[in-house]
């Protein structure tokens, strides 16, 4: 019977791996959040979000998140909006069978809301459709909040990469969620 459920759940995962993203309400926090997929239309919003959270840097440029939305591989990038106004966003790429977080970030004002935590639980749903045994992000050594998030959802401290951020050379630490046991 598990094999029978296993075969069923790989032949839906293909069925859905490029499906589009259903957009719609939801409520973290007693407040009313809209999600959809990023469109090529929202890269300016995302890059406002960048030069807030990282103090006037861009991790990503309009080039980095034009190649990511166009790629022909398995990914979700997603938006989450309050009053019409974009908020955060969140963007995960299939490698083989894991799901790599390659973006998130939250408006400052809006951090501590449970809202990074609602879209790390979207890429998790995605990468289960997907097969996937883990997800893996990697993070500033200096992002202690960050961390503590991450640790709370699961993910477990993996390696440190030197020297990976290249602005300042700044330490990442590779962080790991395996969905091996769910």
Same mark, same amino acid.
């Given at each position: 019977m598990l094999k029978k459920f296993n075969l069923f759940h790989s032949i839906l995962g293909i069925f859905f791996k490029n499906r589009?993203? +259903? @957009?719609k309400t939801v409520k973290i926090s007693e407040q009313e959040y809209y999600v959809r997929g990023i469109t090529l239309d929202d890269i300016k919003d995302l890059l406002s979000i960048e030069r807030e959270v990282y103090a006037g840097e !861009?991790?990503?440029t309009k080039t980095a998140f034009l190649v990511e939305l166009q790629a022909a @591989?398995?990914?979700?990038y997603l938006l989450i909006q309050k009053e019409g106004k974009t908020i955060g966003f969140i963007g995960c790429r299939?490698? +083989?069978?894991? =799901?790599? &977080? $390659?973006n998130v970030a939250v408006a400052m004002q809006n951090q501590g809301k449970?809202?990074?935590?609602? !879209? &790390?639980r979207e890429v998790q749903q995605? =990468?289960? &459709?997907?097969?996937? @045994?883990k997800i893996s992000l990697e993070v500033r050594i200096s992002n202690k909040n960050a961390q503590r998030v991450y640790r709370q !959802?699961?993910?477990?401290?993996? $390696?440190?990469?030197?020297h990976y951020y290249t602005e300042n050379k700044e330490d990442a630490l590779e962080m790991i969620l395996s969905l091996k046991e769910e």
């Open positions: 589009p993203y +259903d @957009e !861009l991790p990503w @591989e398995p990914h979700l299939i490698f +083989d069978k894991d =799901a790599h &977080i $390659t449970g809202i990074g935590s609602f !879209l &790390i995605f =990468a289960r &459709i997907n097969n996937c @045994e !959802l699961g993910f477990v401290s993996n $390696t440190i990469k030197p």
